[in-house]
């Protein structure tokens, strides 16, 4: 009879103990100062991000594939990324920051941009950049048919190819959206996937030196960084984000380097036939 008692009892209390907790938990953010809130929202997204990180990795067993979130923990190395172009004023602007100040980076620009700006694919590669694929159209690779989805990554990299003579491996589908099904088409293709550990959040619009706070907060040892092609908010924060890595001890890498290659060379080459790219690895 005791114990009945006191389980109705506990049953009783239990959404007061909720609303109890859930009161607490609002004074402590409403009195905390907003350095620490802000801080905590770092430390509980990158909770989360581990979370994608251990995700994918178990994705990638099973469907045999690489799936990149970030490098060797043990080292100071960090790769900046940009995706979304190339858009002719912010890429030109990112490419002379770059070359400025001596780092090579990883771009993962979209198909029909390309085709409407190969000078800038040509200079992205001469200056020792990576060049990734991030899909013709930057569709979500989840919500098309399989067949459609090989088009959007085949097409980037017969383009590139064609051009470069280099085969992009790594592919970062749009949104970073996946699941078993893209994995294992990237797979067939011969494509490793590329993803993130911090966002800058540049899509945004923040101002240059909000992107340059957040990504100096966000970055540890083998972060790889997300960046736009797109904004010139973003060139204009580079210089501030390369000189404060650099001034903790990082090395700048590109996204091939995390995983222990060295970027391709340039070389113009003769095209092929279109079915020998097709079938490329």
Known sequence: ????????????????RSHLGLSLACLAVATAEPQSIYRL???TRGVAKEGQCAWSRWLARRAGVVVLCRGNPEQRVVA????????PRTCTAILDVLHKE????????????????????DRMVADGHEVGNHTWDHRRLTTVDLEKARREVRNVRTLVYERTGIIPRLVRPPGGTYDTRVL????EEGFEVCLWTANAGDWKRMSANEIADKVLDQVHP???VLMHDEFMQTPLSLPRI???LRARGYQFVTASEMLGR?????????????????RLP
């Open 41 to 43: 929202v770092l430390i």
């Open 242 to 244: 390369i000189d404060g």
């Open 222 to 224: 083998g972060s790889i």
């Open 102 to 121: 001596g780092v090579r980076a990883t771009f993962f620009p979209v198909g029909f941009r390309l085709k409407e700006y190969p000078a800038l694919l």
């Open 262 to 278: 060295p970027p391709p060379t340039f070389e113009r080459p003769v095209p092929g036939p279109l079915w020998n790219i097709a």
């Open 80 to 87: 900046l990324t940009f995706d979304d172009g190339p858009h």
């Open 184 to 187: 294992e088409m990237c797979r």
């Open 1 to 16: 009879m005791t114990i009945a008692l006191v389980q109705q009892l506990f049953r009783t209390l239990r959404p007061w």
